[in-house]
């Protein structure tokens, strides 16, 4: 059974703040690693994609991959009050039929609330 | 403006009905792919399909149904067997000839309810 546990939080920082999310898997043959912003009520948004170890930075956002330990993180610098929302790990590998799938497992969320 | 749309937003079905969710995209994706969202878990894979008429089951297939006659379209069906109906539908596609292949993205999803 694969699986992505997340802390559901909700995880609290004042404005300004670093937020750091964290996320770990259970498959080893994962090959790639993705966060999601899902606002109350709305449909999970990609933010971030990461398929090597490392840093990945894209403005406000590093994504750290580290596949030797299993686990990912999200960084969010500069934290702001709409940054305020559930944060979706997601994990890909070649599962499945023929291996082609590339069929998501998602976390349960962390909920991120930055305080103004 | 490119981009996957959903219809309805919100649906309300009656016990013993099949409801139609209908998924569109004109993003020229290849792979399209249904998700159910229980509040307190994670995104369940229902059905995906990687090109048109060939689709396969998810982890949770049992009461659903799918087709893919064009690329663009990909519907879902919420047939009477599904005992626990009500969820967050969403939609996803991913361009399978793209660099960042493996990426999917979600239209704006359909909220079900079961009267």
């Known amino acids: 059974q694969k699986e992505v546990e997340q802390n559901s939080g909700p995880l609290s920082v004042p404005e300004g703040a670093i937020a750091s999310l964290n996320c770990t898997y259970s498959?080893?043959?994962?090959?790639?690693f993705f966060w999601y912003r899902q606002y109350s009520g709305k449909s999970p948004e990609l933010i971030m994609s990461?398929?090597s170890n490392g840093d990945k930075e894209d403005g406000r956002f590093t994504a750290q991959l580290n596949k030797a330990s299993q686990y990912v993180s999200l960084l969010i610098r500069d934290s702001q009050p709409s940054d305020s929302a559930t944060y979706l790990c997601?994990?890909?590998?070649?599962w499945g039929e023929g291996g082609a799938t590339n069929k998501l497992i998602f976390g349960t969320g962390t909920l991120l609330a930055v305080q103004p | 403006d490119g981009g996957i749309t959903q219809s309805p937003k919100y649906l309300f079905r009656k016990e013993g009905q099949n409801v139609t969710l209908s998924c569109e995209q004109n993003?020229?994706?290849?792979?399209m792919y249904w998700y159910r969202q229980d509040p307190g878990q994670g995104l369940r894979l229902i059905y995906y399909?990687?090109?048109?008429?060939?689709?396969q089951k998810g982890d949770i297939a049992e009461g659903y149904s799918v087709s893919r006659e064009k690329k663009e379209s990909f519907p879902l069906t919420v047939t009477s067997a599904q005992k626990n109906p009500t969820a967050f539908y969403l939609c996803?596609?991913?361009?399978?000839?793209?660099?960042?292949?493996?990426?999917?993205?979600f239209g704006p999803g359909t909220r079900l309810t079961v009267l």
């Open positions: 997601a994990v890909s590998g070649l």
């Open positions: 498959d080893r043959g994962s090959q790639s």
């Open positions: 993003l020229n994706h290849d792979a």
């Open positions: 996803a596609s991913r361009n399978r000839a793209s660099s960042s292949y493996n990426e999917q993205f």
């Open positions: 399909s990687q090109i048109v008429n060939d689709f």
């Open positions: 990461i398929y």
